[in-house]
């Protein structure tokens, strides 16, 4: 069964710096029916939500990134498109991170690793 929106299917753009969460997540949300890209860093992560082909409806962010943390990328993501739909993902958010992160517009955040109820519940409250 694919999950679509506006008759089109849903890409979601996974960023995790880890080979291994990757693989496991890709893995996941295809199964759950999305259509999925993968990004090893905030630089591959920017250049494909840029270059729009496809679409990505969705971006789940690793908040440890390597250069730039995902914090940053949250933020060049909203200034390309105040629109994008940002789920943080962590092992542990700290209150201030938290904040942060709402602040600058991350449409939910995620724990890692990775639970499928809480993965879809959390994708369908970003996408509405």
Known sequence: ?????????ITILLVDDDPQVLSLGQELLEHLGYQVLVAADGDQALHLYKAKNPPIDLVILDYLLPR???????????????QA???????????????????????GLIDKPYRIKELEERIRKALG
Not at 76 to 81: G, M, P, S, V
Not at 94 to 102: P, V
């Open 1 to 9: 069964m694919q999950l679509r929106m506006a008759d089109q299917q």
């Open 68 to 82: 730039q943390d995902g914090g940053q990328v949250l933020q060049q993501l909203r200034q390309f498109d105040p």
């Open 85 to 107: 739909k940002v789920i943080m993902a962590s092992g542990f958010f700290g209150q201030e991170e938290i904040d942060q992160l709402q602040a600058a517009g991350a449409s």
